[in-house]
């Protein structure tokens, strides 16, 4: 059954009779002429986006009403913290834990998941404040959006994409590694070598495209009931925006794909103990003689890397629209599932490196081999059944969550409106999948697991750090309250926490063996800090959940992200940079001017609610 919509909300279908206008609406785009007056408009029309903030009251109402359908809150802690789970632990564990063992870290490994973990609580500390403030599908974007701007918030958008896209092909790479390895092969044997093609993408990989289709329909289809409690013509909507006058009650798409979920994400953690239990009774304590064989530049450097293992938690905060009481459900579901894993992580991390000394660990499939080494031949069956149920959860809720984070990007307008349709009949964003996870695809047919890695980092620490700031500026800035004098030194010791970071990660970066610089920089962030604490009040207090210690934690969250991003490669940083072009390139092209019209758009109702909806110079 179709809701039907007003003039102010046109439905469009997913896929036939599309034209044009579908995917580009915007009157700039409506003729050559309009868009080079456009083109002719960019500074201007820049200088109004980057100032433009988005009031949550329209994140979450107006935005949301573009996609035609709402997405129903069905979810609990319960489902959450087993998403949370099942998202976070997969390839991560399981394949980059014995390439970092091996080549960069030694039994140390243990301590990079410590610190990559300590990372990773500090954000899912600051996205759980946003969840429950801001419950909405777009996630870190929308975060981002309502606190730092227009401009920021696309600048995150692109990330969070490439972070979905790369993490998926990572994922889908390790699928085939732990597949070859259940039927007694090499992963290569699995995968097409092209001597024509450069080296790190030459390696065609057909399995992990077959399992990202197979992963695409499970996110897209399944069974959904609807049952009206109220008559048909009820749900006949006029005006701008949805209004929560109805209640569908059904069993939709979400509760079907949550089911399944934590039913695998069960049997892992059956798996997960096998591991654990059966590796301690071939544990050589010999093998943690040499401890850190690297020094504690090796924990850093894998740290950087390893903080792949725990990228999917954000996926969970896109679930916030879907969730029943976001101020319980999404602190216990996002924070619960990160303590289980972090657990989890270390102490796997232990039974590995005594099972086999680490100049024996096997890069591909390194749980099953060092079964296989220590007599325990059935055992790597069991282990590579474990490690490819966790990455198809893995590669699951990664589809959920990036085709929510799309589906929001798109109801701004800074991508097509195309793809924020939800489907009438499937009740999920349809468009965003299949475009999210036929990328996916394409990356994980050429490129190497050990360039995905590195650059899912630099893009994952990045947003998390964004993020950070984001709930700085939340808690110390309230537009039309705050004083100028509050803002400037809030931008003042913003400014310096970040500076501050970056020197201490630039000269850890450049391999310097002396402390003068570290004696300078950390002190540094620290005063930045407490003159945030004690200089500048705080203008907003969480309404029902909040990180504790602002401005603290937060600050420390930005420190350490953007300190391991210091350990990361020059030859990733190049490819990310690479990727920041393209989407300024887009941005100003398109973006900019398709998300412009969007907000003049709002004008229709005069400057006053122009003003409301965006805290820019729009209309004024």
């Known amino acids: 059954m179709e809701v039907t919509k007003g003039e102010g909300l046109k439905k469009r279908s997913c896929c036939a009779g599309c034209t044009k206008t579908d995917f580009l609406p915007e009157p700039s785009f409506e003729n050559w002429s309009n868009y080079g007056k456009a083109l002719g408009q960019t500074w201007s029309r820049f200088t109004d986006r980057i100032t433009a903030r988005s009031p949550e009251d329209y994140e979450l109402h107006e935005v949301r009403a573009r996609s035609g359908h709402e997405m129903k809150k069905n979810l609990t802690w319960w489902d959450l913290c087993w998403f949370g789970i099942g998202a976070v632990i997969g390839s991560g564990i399981f394949v980059l834990t014995g390439q970092e063992a091996k080549d ?9 998941y410590v610190v990559s973990g300590v990372s990773a609580m500090l954000s899912v500390f600051c996205y759980t404040e946003f969840a429950v403030e801001i419950p909405s599908a777009g996630g870190s974007f929308a975060y981002l959006r309502v606190e730092l701007g227009d401009f920021v918030a696309f600048i995150g958008a692109g990330n969070i994409l490439l972070e979905y896209v790369i993490g998926g092909a990572a994922v889908a790479r390790s699928w085939t590694s732990y597949f070859a390895t259940l039927c007694n092969y090499k992963p290569n044997d699995f995968r097409i070598h092209v001597s024509s093609l450069a080296s790190d993408y030459n390696e065609l990989d057909p399995i992990a495209v077959a399992i990202t289709i197979i992963i695409c329909f499970l996110a897209v289809y399944s069974t959904k009931v609807y049952t009206f409690d109220q008559p048909i013509n009820d749900y006949i909507i006029q005006g701008r925006s949805i209004h929560h006058s109805f209640r ?102 232990v039974v590995l490196c005594l099972m086999q000394n680490y100049n024996n660990i096997d890069v591909d499939a390194p749980f099953s081999v060092a079964f296989k080494d220590v007599g325990m031949n059935w055992a790597q069956y069991v282990v590579a059944f474990g490690a490819l149920k966790g990455m198809t959860t893995v590669l699951l809720v990664s589809a959920v969550g990036q085709a929510r984070y799309l589906t929001h990007i798109a109801r701004t307008h800074m991508v097509t409106p195309w793809l924020a349709n939800v489907h009438a009949k499937t009740g999920t964003p349809m468009n965003a999948t299949i475009v999210m996870l036929t990328a996916t695809a394409i990356v994980a047919f050429f490129t190497n697991l050990n360039i995905l890695s590195n650059l899912l980092s630099i893009s994952t620490l990045f947003i998390f750090m964004l993020v950070a700031v984001a709930l700085l500026v939340r808690r110390h800035y309230v537009p039309g309250e705050t004083l100028d004098a509050d803002r400037n030194k809030l931008a003042v010791c913003i400014v310096l926490i970040i500076g501050s970071s970056i020197a201490t990660a630039a000269y850890w970066g450049a391999n310097s063996t002396g402390w003068i610089a570290y004696a300078f920089t950390l002190p540094l962030w620290f005063l930045s800090t407490l003159g945030l604490w004690c200089f500048v009040p705080k203008a907003r207090q969480p309404k029902m959940w909040g990180v504790p210690m602002v401005p603290w934690l937060p600050s420390l969250s930005i420190l350490i992200n953007i300190f391991l991003l210091g350990s990361i490669d020059a030859k990733s940083f190049m490819r990310f940079g690479l990727w920041t072009v393209m989407l300024l390139v887009y941005y100003f092209f398109i973006g900019l001017h398709a998300s412009y ?12 609610a122009v003003a409301r909806v965006e805290e820019g110079t729009v209309g004024k």
Do not use: W
Request: glycine residues 8%; aromatic residues 12%.
């Open 104 to 112: 960069v870290v030694g039994p140390a490994v243990v301590l990079s």
């Open 248 to 349: 569908l009650q059904y069993r939709s798409v979400m509760q079907g794909t949550s089911r399944f979920n934590y039913i695998l994400s069960m049997i892992h953690i059956v798996v997960l103990l096998f591991i654990i239990i059966a590796g301690f009774t071939k544990a050589d304590t010999k093998n943690y003689s040499d401890f850190m064989p690297y020094g504690a530049r090796g924990i850093f450097a894998a740290s950087a890397v390893l903080f792949f293992a725990y990228v999917g938690f954000d996926a969970v905060s896109t679930m916030a629209e879907e969730t029943r009481n976001p101020a319980k459900d999404i602190p216990l579901g996002l924070v619960g599932s990160m303590t289980v894993t972090t657990a989890l992580y270390c102490i796997l991390a």
């Open 597 to 608: 019209d969007t907000a003049k758009e709002a004008e229709v109702s005069g400057p006053r």
